[in-house]
């Protein structure tokens, strides 16, 4: 090995082995997200028939959609909602999809069924998730409260207080995607050559210190890739807003997507829908191009 | 825990008893009436044949395509990479509610209404797949895939020889997420698929929704049934989680 | 050459075949529905079976999806081109569909046997695009152990809502988180609340909103006074978790108006005696009247939609499909003919079900404009508003009026 190489390098031959993906995003990726950018420089209602004359005669506004989400204030009031669900959740599901894969990774007695456990949240349907979280949460009657007020604490109308609302929001996401994430930093952490354990004890390094200096820098692309994912799936938040409160109360839990689900099927303003998805879509855009700006100072990909 | 809890003693109860003051955790009269109907109620078999066959084609072919892609983007140097990469990425950012009228009219064009493909061929674009094995596939030291073309093999013996068994415990978490998202995949078959014949699960339990009301013990019967499989799946793949860098590695 | 000649021959024999069977007058369309799911799908499939016998040169081939998103999986076909022949719309829904000119009229049938109310109902321009498939109303349901325990008399029919109110006070006197009345604060209510009080959400010809008018102001606070200064009716926070039917089948509750589809579910649940009558008024009588539409796609050629026109006319009106819909207790048939209709009195519970009939005689439609859903989330935001206690019911509705006036185009 006479040259330090970054790869294999062969421009030709990446061909075949993008072929298959590549096709799927032209055809069920890129050429409706297009579609959907013309959409939006139109008032079309989302019934009329789909063809070109929607683009051409009939519908085309330019950018009018734009100027009046801009100038409205529904738009940055429904952000300031979804930012503030990311602020809340982001951190809570690391934090405890870390513990999770943490100890799913040990080898004790009954991790198996541990790990079966933990996933059940992720496979419960939201409808069933929902229902029992309402009922959890209820503010007189369910079991949240109940506990609270043996500690003496007077627990929030949750679900019904504009406060509160978001926050039980939150909570139950954490609750339903930390299996989820927890997988996949469990792979992550599979992946994990044990000798460098083997090394790092020899040298007397505590569990803690080998946290910080092997298991963290080792995983870090993995938990990369949580972040990206979970930033991207965050701002198209959904059912679980539409099941357990419909953006209520008095508007505290109206997110993006929340609303663009209601223009384009619920009032007809499908061009109106695609504006708001465009903007959506240039916030998600910047923010993680940013991330993948920053991983150079954090992720570690290799030895 | 408790949801499901919820669900199995919901699916235990006759129709109406289900919200009651205090919540009833072991129903008083159980009954496997909700069960019943869920067999009876439409053609339940040939769903579950459907779901099967759709989640399982979905599946293999989200790992082939994707590892390829993966392999590609995270060790082969081409022109644009990042570029492309970022495409990719940026695909997962238009929420689906807007792009689910143009797609069916593509589809349509394609006369892939009330056709298996149409609900499969999507599994070739899974940027979420891609993703996360690029993760995985950078962190393979380049030594190993050098070792590989001294040995005088190619990019696709590496890819398969080399680079795949490393990413054992990646494909067997993507089996599971892959699996189970093809499984409980609700609006697209549903836009898709409107012949009776080609009814999958999640489709087939819709139908217990009313407009007044919803007969919540048969929802659950029937969703506690659909999870056996997706339940069975991770097990399977959990076994692969052991002990999977030992069987990695290099070999020859 | 031999060879080319026969196959020429078999060619045309084929061609020709094909032509034949396209002369044969059979057509087969599809129809596509959510009512039928969550119980009645056999039922509808008897009703096809019947059809059939009558029409053998029509096949339905038959679509039940759940209720949840059927709106978006049919906006979805309607907007890719694909739409079934003939489909079924929810009353809020069917405003907008027909609005946007993607239904045909529905022509060459009789609609005579049809409850003129419920056909007025999907008539616009003087067109008729859809047919009452059938209809529900609502009723006062009350709680006789309860009346009976607080020692007061059951409900008339001549009840306004002050004797609804007294009797819920009496109720809720009772104590042991035991409320006297239930009726959700949403746009629904209000506009039937606003109808008994002499109110309207718009003007004469629709071309103004008045829901702030001194009329909407007594309804509002009809409905919101309950919960915020008498207290005959929990709160959010207090009903947190559980849904109004849920209340009354826990025999916590004296009154509830809601829709006769609950029947089967009160009857199965209730381990007290109850009773119906129909519902309160004010300055009139004002009950709800819920319908769904079924619809001939556009896009349908002549044919199909003359057959469909036939399956729709028969499902709303033909008397044996209106037997085989009571018999199932899948709604009622919006129908005339008394004589079928006399087999709901004795369906069973509950005893004085000839107050759904008598309801049908003070029936109020929804007030479908073309941008419904949106006006209906309007007015909830503002109910709720006022319901919270927070704001008074006269600035809530001052609110609402404007932000109406904002964003809806009235004609």
Known sequence: MEKRKNGLKNQTSAV??????????????????????????????????????????????????????????????????????????????LIFSLLIAWLMNKNYKGVSLFRILTYIPVLSSWIAASLIWKWVLAPKFGIANNMLSIFGIS???????????????????????????????????????????????????????????????????????????????????????????????????????????KYGFKYYEMGYASAFSWLLFVIIFALTNLQMKMQKNWVHYGA | ?????????????????????????????????????????????????????????????????????????????????????KVYLASMMIPVQVTLIPLFVIMNKLGLINTYTSVISPSLFRVFAIFLLVQTIKSIPDDYLDAAKIDGAGLFTTYRQVVMPLCIPTIATLCITTFMDSWNDYLWPLVMLTDRNYMTLPIALSTLNGQYATEYNVLMAGSLISMIPIIVVYIFAQKSFKGSLVSGGIKG | MKKFVLIFLSVLLVLSLGAWQQADKNVTITYTNFSSSGGNEETLQQMYDLFHEKNPDISVNIETIGYNDYFTQMQTRVAGGTAPDCFELNIENFAAYAAKGVLKEITGVDLSGINPTALSAFNMDGKQYGLPGSFSNVVLIYNKDLFDKAGISYPTIDWTWEDAQKAAEAIKALGDNTFGIFAPITYNEFYKVSAQFGGSLFNEDKTAFTVNSPENIKAVKNMVERVTVTHVQPNAEEQGGMGD????????????????????????????????????????KATH??????????KTTDEKAAAAAKWLAFLASDPDAAALRIQAGWELPAITDQNVLNAYLTAGKPANRKAVFESLNYLVLPPVIEQNALMADIVNKHLESAASGKVSVEDALNAMQAELEEKIKLK
């Open chain 1, 16 to 93: 075949p082995f993008l072929l298959p993906s590549f096709k799927g995003l032209i055809i069920f990726s890129l050429l409706p997200i297009v579609i959907s950018f013309f959409l939006s420089l139109t008032d079309w209602n989302g019934i009329d028939s789909l063809n070109l004359n929607v683009f051409l005669k009939d519908h085309f506004i330019g950018f009018q959609n734009y100027v009046k989400i801009l100038t409205g204030g529904e738009f940055f009031r429904v952000l300031g909602n979804t930012l503030y669900f990311i602020v809340l959740y982001i951190p809570l599901m």
């Open chain 1, 155 to 261: 627990g929030p109308a949750w679900l019904q207080s504009e406060q509160w609302a978001m926050p039980s929001i939150v909570l139950v996401s954490v609750w339903k995607d930390t299996g989820f994430f927890g997988l996949i930093l469990l792979s992550g952490l599979q992946g994990i050559d044990k000798t460098y354990y083997e090394a790092a004890a020899i040298d007397g390094a505590n569990s803690w210190q080998q946290f910080w200096k092997i298991t963290l820098p080792l995983l870090s692309p993995s938990i990369f890739f949580v972040l990206i994912i979970s930033l991207i799936n965050s701002f198209q938040l959904f059912p679980q807003v539409m099941i357990m409160t419909d953006g209520g109360p008095n508007g505290a839990t109206q997110v993006m997507v929340e609303r663009i689900y």
């Open chain 2, 1 to 85: 825990m408790l949801p499901f809890l919820w669900m199995i003693s919901t699916s235990f109860k006759s129709r109406g008893a289900l919200m009651t003051l205090p919540i009833e955790w072991i129903p008083k009269n159980p009954t496997f009436d909700a069960y019943i109907k869920v067999f009876t109620r439409f053609p339940f078999a040939r769903a579950i044949g459907n779901s099967f066959f759709i989640a399982v084609s979905y599946t293999v072919l989200t790992i082939l395509s994707s590892s390829m892609a993966a392999f590609a983007f995270a060790k082969i140097k081409f022109p644009f990479a990042d570029g492309l990469f």
């Open chain 3, 245 to 284: 039917w849920d209340w009354f089948m826990s025999g916590k509750l004296g009154m509830i108006p809601t829709g006769i589809w609950a029947f089967p579910t009160f009857a199965e649940n209730c381990d007290f005696d109850w009773d119906i009558e129909v519902e309160p008024g004010q300055v009139k």
């Open chain 3, 289 to 298: 009247f819920f319908s769904n539409a079924i619809v001939i796609n556009a």
